[in-house]
């Protein structure tokens, strides 16, 4: 498909063309459209052919003008993380990168996610799917408790309730909130403690479990604006924490990857509440398509294991070959 330059591979992988997916219309635009740069950037340095494609309704023709070896998927949120994308891809018989149609539909609905992971053991905090509009009325759990949206990532519409908080009470219309722009919400208590993360990236021999991080925001909560803007929030990598609390966040987080079926790099959130021990460890939710920027978890837990941001990509582009069937053989 065209002629290739430039560097060489990091993993040994034969030169491909790739597309790489990124922006769309979702609110995590600007992080996909630094997701994809990065990766774009990576497989050009390891002289691999690159097309940048900023999702737009035109996509499909857009891809089949293309014509790649593969579809990196930098993605984030609706449509790319949902299922949407996957299933345009799997339609267009075109190889990509991380998990597919069905997984995406469940992972990115929390509840959903919930349903298919507690039966495996993996221990998630309770809570149920309000209408907004009910919660003007009344508390749809005790306080303090989180709402969030049902199927939306990087805490986007995140919102504390607690007694010292100004949203009223019971909550006012007016006060801004998720409830301003979601029909639904999914209620959960509020876990208090410490924020803990953990990378998954599937290999040739099965999912590793990168490692756990803590994530320490300057202020508040690790919110939109904590986990992309560079100095609110403190990365401890690896975790200060017990080596047996960081031994059952890698199990949950490998537990929650291979239930769901996920491929490609995942990253599982979690919450500690370190005063009641093992029985204190909530999984929040699986990311399927983990951010790809400068501050992004992933990339950094592959650092701290010996994995450069660029053979990271590649190996989530190996993945991706490997899943369909693909031999790395592309001309570029």
């Known amino acids: 498909m065209g002629d290739s330059a430039g560097g060489a591979s990091v993993s040994g992988l034969a030169k491909l063309h790739v597309a790489v997916l ?89 509840q959903l996610t919930k349903q298919a992971l507690i039966p495996h053991g993996v221990p998630m905090p309770g809570g149920r799917v309000v209408r907004s509009e009910d919660i003007h009325t009344a508390d749809p759990l005790p306080r303090p408790y989180v709402l969030k949206p049902v199927n939306e990532g990087s805490s986007v519409g995140v919102a504390i309730v607690t007694d010292a908080s100004d949203y009223g009470n019971p909550i006012r219309r007016e006060a801004t909130g998720p409830w301003q722009e979601f029909a639904e919400l999914l209620a959960e208590p509020y876990i208090k403690g410490r924020e803990l993360t953990v990378a998954v990236l599937a290999q040739a021999g099965g999912p590793r479990a990168l490692g756990v991080t803590e994530l320490r925001p300057k202020s508040g909560f690790y919110d939109f604006d904590a986990k992309y803007t560079d100095g609110l929030t403190e990365h401890v990598c690896p975790a200060e924490i017990p080596p047996h609390i960081a031994a059952l966040c890698m199990e949950h987080a490998l537990t929650a990857h291979r239930a769901l079926g996920c491929h490609g790099a995942t990253r599982t959130d979690l919450r500690w509440d370190e005063e009641l021990g093992e029985s204190g460890l ?34 989530i582009v190996a993945d991706a070959l490997t899943r369909f069937g693909k031999v790395s053989d592309g001309d570029g």
């Open 22 to 110: 990124m922006g769309g219309w979702s609110s995590e635009r600007p992080v996909s459209l630094m997701s994809g740069e990065g990766v774009a950037d990576a497989l050009e340095d390891c002289g691999h052919r690159v097309t940048r494609i900023d999702m737009d309704r035109d996509v499909p023709a857009r891809l089949a003008a293309a014509a790649p070896d593969v579809v990196f998927n930098a993605l984030h949120g609706v449509p790319g993380e949902d299922g949407t994308v996957q299933g345009l891809l799997d339609l267009m018989g075109l190889p990509y990168t991380h998990s597919g149609l069905a997984t995406s539909v469940i992972a990115i609905d929390k």
């Open 282 to 315: 909530y999984v929040l939710e699986i990311n399927t398509q983990p951010g790809m920027t400068p501050l992004s978890l992933v990339p950094e837990q592959a650092r701290s294991c010996g994995i450069s941001y660029a053979e990271l990509v590649e190996l």
